[in-house]
């Protein structure tokens, strides 16, 4: 069953491709592992699948919805003092 479906992505930050043309099928028997090197586009790849960064439509849900997947990023605003 497919979840979801990246078809013909782009994005840019300040006029700066970060990705281009990205397609992707996810579907539920697969694994799916992000690698490259540091500012590769991964964590904007991300954050666009999760919709934290706009996607103008190129992103399709298809039995999966966004608030069903877990997300814990490196660096959070979170206080480690709050009590």
């Known amino acids: 069953m497919l979840f979801f479906e990246i ?3 782009n994005y840019a930050y300040d006029n700066e491709i970060i990705l281009k043309n990205i397609n992707l099928s996810y579907d539920n028997k ?3 592992s992000i690698i ?3 500012g590769a586009g991964k ?3 991300v954050k666009l699948i999760l919709g934290l960064l706009k996607s103008h439509n190129k992103i399709h849900f ?3 919805q966004r608030k069903e997947i877990g997300y ?3 660096h959070t605003l ?3 003092n709050f009590c």
Request: net charge neutral.
């Open 72 to 74: 814990v990023p490196q």
């Open 7 to 9: 078809s013909n992505l």
């Open 78 to 80: 979170a206080n480690p």
């Open 30 to 32: 697969d694994f799916l």
């Open 36 to 38: 490259g090197p540091n």
């Open 43 to 45: 964590s904007t790849l």
């Open 62 to 64: 298809k039995a999966l």
